[in-house]
């Protein structure tokens, strides 16, 4: 089962902290944002602009953050630990 860590307006949005998926080996990200998708239609939109991942999300997996353009092919684990993180501003 590989759990999904919802930070800040993502875990508003789905009124949760972390989802947890089963999953089969070798599935890519994209199966699993499908799922999370499927679970929580509304976060959709928050994560999407016409079908492509918005570049200013964050993903994390494993505290480690993989380029957009890589990452929703990137082979996840069982083990793995997944983080939404929504895009951060300061000053």
């Not at 789905?14 to 089969?24: L, M, R, S």
């Not at 999407?48 to 353009?69: A, C, F, G, H, R």
């Amino acid at each position: 089962m590989v759990e999904i860590k919802l930070f800040a307006n993502y875990r508003e949005t789905a009124g949760k902290d972390k989802i947890e998926i089963q999953i089969n080996k070798k599935t890519k990200l994209r199966q699993i944002m499908n799922q999370i998708e499927k679970q929580h239609p509304e976060i959709k939109q928050e994560i999407y602009n016409n079908q492509k991942l918005k570049k200013n999300v964050n993903i994390l997996i494993n505290e480690k953050t993989i380029e957009n353009q890589e990452i929703l092919d990137k082979e996840i684990k069982n083990t793995d630990t997944i983080a939404l993180l929504p895009p951060v501003s300061g000053g």
